[in-house]
């Protein structure tokens, strides 16, 4: 991808080319929010966030900082509810299920919905016990020999296993930015979720790791659905079908990541594609 007077030229390569841009609007729902708010205290942080996010696809958040796309990526699986005066209104549904029914196992959910994180944050332990420790915790395993497998096939479904196969019992710390990176993604693989959310998993990976990280983000939504919050916009063309724009706490507009690139419907879409506010 090109930037032409701050603006993204698409190429062939840019997006996916592999799945039809109808297909992407065709395919079953697994997330839906309607009218989804949240406060910080007297603060309001998101004006009535609507969307339906796609299975077995990437939709991308894209948008200036602070403008409430991780805010938004943290209600998916209520990582706010551990921010002290966070009120989240309106309803987010994770295959029909209300995620903000009071009688939903919170740590289910999480399990259901996994996330990565902006820094890798791999546990103080070996990388086997890193991917272990999901399946261990929610009974997934009921042997040795079930953990064994359940290790090696989300290192495997996560790139890694052919790296660190001899280096089982080494600390997850001892790699690599990239390599943690995608230990980490094992692990939120382990437990089978259906969901992985990402919050700028790239940011602080070199341009090396970051295209390993984004050819596995391709590899994966076969299987999974995955929402990634991203600052680059060529980030966001190259990896997702879908993208939602997002500005000072409001859904600006959102659809087929091309038609959002090439020909948005919003000015402000517009601009910020462009480079005019950021």
Same mark, same amino acid.
């Given at each position: 991808?090109?930037? @032409?007077?701050?603006?993204?030229?698409?190429?062939?390569?840019?997006?996916? *080319?592999?799945?039809?841009?109808?297909?992407?609007?065709?395919?079953?729902?697994? +997330?839906?929010?309607?009218?989804?708010?949240?406060?910080?205290?007297?603060?309001?942080?998101? &004006?009535?966030?609507?969307?339906?996010?796609?299975?077995?696809?990437?939709?991308? &958040?894209? /948008?200036?900082?602070? %403008?409430?796309?991780?805010?938004?990526?943290? %209600?998916?699986?209520?990582?706010?509810?551990?921010?002290?005066?966070?009120?989240?209104? /309106?309803?987010?549904? +994770?295959?029909?299920?209300?995620?903000?029914?009071?009688?939903?196992?919170?740590?289910? +959910?999480?399990?259901?919905?996994?996330?990565?994180?902006?820094?890798? #944050?791999?546990?103080?332990?070996?990388?086997?016990?890193?991917?272990?420790?999901?399946?261990?915790?929610?009974?997934?395993?009921?042997?040795? $020999?079930?953990?064994?497998?359940?290790?090696?096939?989300?290192?495997?479904?996560?790139?890694? &296993?052919?790296?660190?196969?001899?280096? +089982? #019992?080494?600390?997850?710390?001892?790699?690599?930015?990239? *390599? *943690?990176?995608?230990? %980490?993604?094992?692990?939120?693989?382990?437990?089978?979720?259906?969901?992985?959310?990402?919050?700028?998993? %790239?940011?602080?990976?070199?341009?090396?790791?970051?295209? @390993?990280?984004?050819?596995?983000?391709?590899?994966?939504?076969?299987?999974?659905?995955?929402?990634?919050?991203?600052?680059?916009?060529?980030?966001?063309?190259?990896?997702?079908?879908? $993208?939602?724009?997002?500005?000072? /706490?409001?859904? @600006?507009?959102?659809?087929?990541?091309?038609?959002? &690139?090439? #020909?948005?419907?919003?000015?402000? $879409?517009?601009?910020?594609?462009?480079?005019?506010?950021?």
């Amino acid at each position: 991808m090109d930037m @032409i007077a701050g603006k993204i030229k698409l190429t062939s390569k840019t997006v996916d *080319q592999s799945m039809n841009p109808l297909d992407v609007l065709e395919r079953e729902t697994r +997330l839906s929010a309607r009218d989804v708010t949240v406060h910080y205290g007297d603060k309001q942080a998101l &004006f009535g966030i609507s969307i339906d996010i796609p299975d077995r696809a990437v939709t991308s &958040f894209i /948008g200036p900082s602070g %403008c409430g796309k991780s805010t938004f990526l943290r %209600c998916i699986n209520r990582m706010n509810d551990t921010i002290e005066g966070a009120r989240v209104g /309106g309803s987010i549904k +994770l295959d029909g299920d209300d995620v903000y029914d009071p009688n939903l196992d919170v740590v289910e +959910l999480r399990a259901r919905v996994g996330m990565v994180f902006q820094k890798p #944050n791999p546990f103080p332990k070996s990388i086997y016990e890193n991917v272990a420790y999901g399946p261990k915790i929610h009974g997934l395993a009921r042997s040795r $020999t079930d953990l064994d497998e359940i290790v090696v096939s989300s290192l495997r479904k996560a790139g890694l &296993f052919e790296e660190v196969k001899d280096r +089982l #019992n080494e600390p997850g710390t001892s790699l690599s930015g990239g *390599q *943690q990176q995608r230990l %980490c993604i094992a692990r939120a693989i382990a437990v089978g979720p259906q969901v992985i959310l990402m919050d700028e998993p %790239c940011s602080a990976l070199d341009p090396i790791a970051t295209a @390993i990280i984004e050819e596995l983000i391709d590899e994966l939504r076969e299987n999974y659905t995955i929402v990634i919050v991203t600052h680059s916009m060529q980030q966001a063309a190259r990896v997702s079908q879908k $993208t939602a724009f997002f500005h000072l /706490g409001k859904l @600006i507009e959102e659809g087929v990541t091309e038609d959002i &690139f090439t #020909n948005p419907e919003h000015k402000q $879409t517009q601009d910020y594609i462009m480079g005019r506010i950021g």
